[in-house]
Nanobody, 127 residues
Framework: QLQLVESGGGLVQPGGSLRLSCAAS????????IGWFRQAPGKEREGVSC????????NYADSAKGRFTVSRDNANNTVYLQMNSLKPEDTAVYYC????????????????????WGQGTQVTVSS
């Protein structure tokens, strides 16, 4: 069974950093593009970033540009989201999702276009 598991969330002060991981089990990430999404209480799920299967294509939401970096280590079946200069408005549950079209990484970052989802990891930015 295809599974994605996020980790690395937690409580951090404004201006701090976190690195989220998205690990796959039951399948090889090499063939999938991966997106990162987040959902804050009372808000819709929104796209944060995506990366194609080879890592050759990436995209970021405007809110993430210049602060977040997506990367992948296919040898370890893991995708990462490095988040720096965190702000209170970054507080949300963060999800990774896999897209079956390996090269797909649209700047629109639409959640309903992704096929498999993890359970999410909570990120709280607060002093």
């Amino acid at each position: 069974q295809l599974q994605l598991v996020e980790s690395g969330g937690g409580l951090v002060q404004p201006g701090g950093s976190l690195r989220l991981s998205c690990a796959a089990s039951g399948f090889t990430l090499d063939y999938y593009a991966i997106g990162w999404f987040r959902q804050a209480p009372g808000k819709e799920r929104e796209g944060v970033s995506c990366i194609s299967s080879t890592g050759g294509s990436t995209n970021y939401a405007d809110s993430a540009k210049g602060r977040f970096t997506v990367s992948r280590d296919n040898a370890n079946n893991t995708v990462y989201l490095q988040m720096n200069s965190l702000k209170p408005e970054d507080t949300a549950v963060y999800y990774c999702a896999a897209h079956q079209i390996y090269y797909y990484c649209s700047a629109y970052l639409k959640p309903d276009e992704y096929d498999y989802w993890g359970q999410g990891t909570q990120v709280t930015v607060s002093s």
